[in-house]
């Protein structure tokens, strides 16, 4: 509660001034003290519980040392920007002057570079028809080769599956089986051979009808380009066309560098003549491949004709082996079925004396007193028993023995049956195959090549024959 609620103020009234009494007067200001005293009182308890955050003499030091500091750091920046404005305005100035000049320089140099190789470039247009025409020519002989490695190709193919038919252990990899692969290997090599003759020609004289594509090209190029750098020549810091443009040095897409430029016109005059050259260089090489590809595939013809003729050998001398062997084993059979049956008759013979024996062992047991003894008898009877029992085991042993063998006998039977069914497959197969590779034999009897296949081209086109 506030002193002016306690006591009343002197006052000031519209009429004039009128005081209290001195003694109240007093009182009032006695009250006053008392509570800025409390107030007092109460704050300063308040601070020592609670004291405020004070800093030392050297912490007051070190921030005007810093901001004294900081002032001058602030101070020499501003002081060298200034004076790196300064020169850089003059540099830039003299700069500017200079790469003028400079551009104009080599606008007129580059001019020159362009008229140079535009007259040289005038001259190589004419001299690639020929050349063309007799690649074409090599190409199409080079593709009636291609053609013809077809035949032995379907020929080599079919005896392969003629030959996967055989069954069992004919089945096997013999060398005709290898020829045969061989065959293929060296039909699909020379393919490959006499397919990268005709893309190589293919290749030339798309190079050949490009360099005189890319010459006529350069050239309007050339006299485009030339057109350009005489405007841009003939353009002033004064020129009315001169303006501001977006994103002026950016590098336009398919940009190339003077040394570039300098290697694609030299390349583009020296191209043809190196084409050609290259081109006279494939023919002779073409000429020379399908020579070498006759003659490889007409080798490894007769190689696969004599391992042929050799494997069918061999499998008739094998298949009259087990005709015979089955003869035998047959015979064999027949001998051991009537050894077996002689052993049943004898172990069954055998039973009787046994019978005996036991009979009269069982009856002598019946012998009364004294008399029940053991005897030489006795022991005969005994031994003869046992020598019965032990005979009639072996019988049996060797009986089981001989109805083993005659089992294994007649499986080994079928089996070679199963065998020499399967062999005649094979030689009917071998036989076929034979009948088969009769038909390069007549190809290469009559003509070695077709007389004439017309060109095989593609939807560009380029002749083309793909048979890998």
Not at 106 to 118: E, V
Request: charged share 30%; glycine share 2%.
């Amino acid at each position: 509660m506030s002193c002016r609620k306690l006591f009343r103020f002197p006052q000031l009234e519209s009429n004039g001034l009128q005081f209290v009494c001195f003694p109240k007067l007093l009182l009032f200001l006695l009250c006053a003290l008392l509570f800025l005293w409390h107030q007092i009182s109460t704050n300063m308890a308040t601070l020592s519980m609670k004291p405020g955050l004070r800093y030392s003499v050297s912490d007051w030091t070190t921030n005007n040392k810093q901001i004294s500091d900081t002032a001058e750091h602030r101070r020499k920046i501003s002081h060298e920007i200034r004076q790196d404005g300064r020169a850089l305005r003059n540099q830039t100035a003299n700069k500017t002057n200079w790469d003028e000049y400079e551009s104009s320089r080599r606008l007129s140099d580059r001019i020159n570079d362009i008229t140079r190789w535009k007259e040289n470039l005038k001259a190589c247009a004419q001299e690639v028809d020929v050349e063309m025409d007799a690649l074409t020519l090599s190409k199409e002989e080079t593709e009636r080769a291609l053609a013809a490695t077809v035949l032995p190709l379907e020929v080599t193919a079919e005896c392969l599956t003629l030959r996967e038919g055989r069954r069992g252990m004919e089945l096997v990899s013999d060398p005709v089986e290898a020829e045969l692969k061989k065959e293929v290997e060296v039909t699909d090599g020379a393919q490959r051979i006499l397919q990268q003759c005709i893309d190589q020609a293919f290749e030339h004289l798309c190079r050949l009808q490009e360099v005189r594509q890319q010459l006529t090209i350069d050239l309007q190029d050339k006299i485009e380009a030339l057109d350009v750098d005489m405007s841009c020549l003939s353009l002033t810091i004064q020129s009315p066309e001169i303006s501001l443009k977006p994103n002026p040095t950016r590098v336009p897409p398919g940009t190339t560098t003077p040394q570039q430029w300098e290697h694609f016109s030299r390349y583009n005059i020296t191209r043809a003549k190196e084409e050609m050259q290259a081109s006279m260089q494939l023919r002779e090489n073409s000429s020379i491949t399908r020579a070498q590809v006759q003659n490889e595939l007409e080798a490894q013809r007769m190689a696969m004709e004599f391992a042929l003729r050799k494997r069918t050998h061999h499998l008739e001398q094998a298949h009259q082996e087990l005709q015979w062997q089955l003869k035998t084993t047959r015979d064999e059979i027949a001998e051991l079925e009537k050894d077996i049956a002689g052993l049943e008759n004898d172990i069954q013979a055998k039973m009787a004396p046994l019978k005996l024996v036991h009979t009269r062992l069982e009856n002598r047991i019946k012998r009364p007193g004294m008399d029940l003894c053991r005897d030489e008898v006795q022991f005969g009877l005994v031994e003869e028993a046992k020598q019965l029992d032990a005979t009639i085991l072996t019988l049996k042993k060797k009986l089981a023995q001989a109805q083993h063998s005659l089992q294994s006998l007649k499986q080994h039977e079928a089996q070679m049956t199963e065998d020499l069914s399967r062999k005649q497959d094979a030689l009917s197969l071998e036989q076929r195959s034979s009948q088969t590779r009769q038909r390069l034999t007549l190809v290469a009897n009559t003509e070695r090549l077709p007389s004439a296949v017309v060109p095989l081209t593609n939807s560009c086109g380029r002749h083309k024959l793909d048979l890998a």
